[in-house]
């Protein structure tokens, strides 16, 4: 089963345009991107040593996910960091995280066919004031969960920069490559799990700034975040009862077996309370029904129109 954080990664990149860089302008995407010293591990070690949750945020039950912002330069030194994303009525979420990300140290550059570069990068930074024992994480847990956020946003970023450069073939690769990792993912982050719900929460900033940076992919993206592989599925089989029970009242009625033509119509009653609940009305699962049964509805329609006529 694909998990819609994730399956949101990949329908962004198809509908992206075009835009250029200058040398000086920092990449979002570079064959060598900068690692930490020590690894993701060390990086959020520092992070969680340095942050602290502002008493008057905690004072008003304020949470929420701020996404820190800045450049790798040539050299490895993180420089121009900013609140990228913040939260709302929580400038003092805003400024804690600016903060304690302002103290990681030297990063190991990015580069580019060995030549280093300046490379943007993210932190999501999540503040909740509920305890951790509560959802049943440990801390170590948490890390975790951080780290896998920042390599899924790290890659939203990543697939963004190719299609903007037009780079089809490198699309396709790091899609490719990504594959294994998301099946992984899928495997730790069960659906409906605690883990998965905070894997979202992280993950959520990000795939905001893509829904905001690229309009004319927010209606898509909903769908998909609504929508999981299994819910089609299940809608597919759902809309194949439909029609099948639709064409055998049909069969019934041409043969004149009104038994079992009333036979049929009260199964597919007793069905019918089910769909009621399982498709809400105005639902995306209810327009994705309807689009598959329409064809059968149609063509029911027309076979009762024919008989009424020859009658």
């Given at each position: ?62 949470e929420g996910t701020v996404l820190i912002q800045f450049i790798i330069e040539k050299d490895g ?77 790290e890659m939203i970023y990543k697939l963004v920069e190719l299609q903007l450069a037009g780079d ?27 883990l998965e719900k905070k894997l979202e929460e992280f993950v959520k900033p990000c795939l905001e ?103």
């Open positions: 089963m694909k998990n819609p954080l994730l399956i949101i990664v990949f329908g962004l990149i198809s509908v992206l345009g075009i835009s250029q860089t200058t040398p000086e302008t920092p990449l979002e995407f570079v064959q060598e991107m900068p690692t930490y010293p020590g690894g993701q591990d060390a990086m959020f070690e520092v992070i969680f040593d340095h942050l602290v949750y502002p008493e008057y945020e905690k004072s008003m039950n304020i030194t993180p420089t121009n960091f900013k609140v990228f994303r913040g939260v709302a009525d929580g400038s003092g979420l805003d400024s804690a995280a600016l903060k304690a990300c302002k103290q990681l140290g030297k990063f190991n550059p990015g580069k580019q066919d060995g030549i280093p570069q300046r490379v943007y990068s993210g932190m999501p930074i999540k503040f909740s004031l509920a305890d951790d024992g509560d959802t049943g994480l440990t801390k170590k847990e948490m890390k975790e969960i951080e780290k896998d956020a920042k390599f899924i946003c089809t073939i490198e699309v396709d690769a790091l899609n490719k490559s990504f594959e294994p990792k998301m099946v992984e993912l899928q495997k730790k982050y069960p659906k409906g799990s605690a700034e893509a829904k905001n940076r690229f309009p004319m992919v927010q209606s898509q993206v909903q769908e998909d975040e609504k929508l999981t592989g299994r819910e089609i599925k299940r809608i597919k089989k759902d809309a194949k009862y439909m029609c099948d029970m639709i064409l055998k009242i049909m069969d019934a009625e041409r043969s004149g077996d009104e038994i079992k033509s009333k036979s049929l119509s009260d199964e597919f009653e007793k069905q019918a309370g089910t769909f009621q609940k399982n498709y809400p009305k105005g639902g995306l699962k209810e327009k994705e029904l309807e689009k598959l049964v329409r064809p059968c509805l149609e063509e029911a329609m027309k076979d009762a129109l024919r008989k009424s006529l020859r009658d």
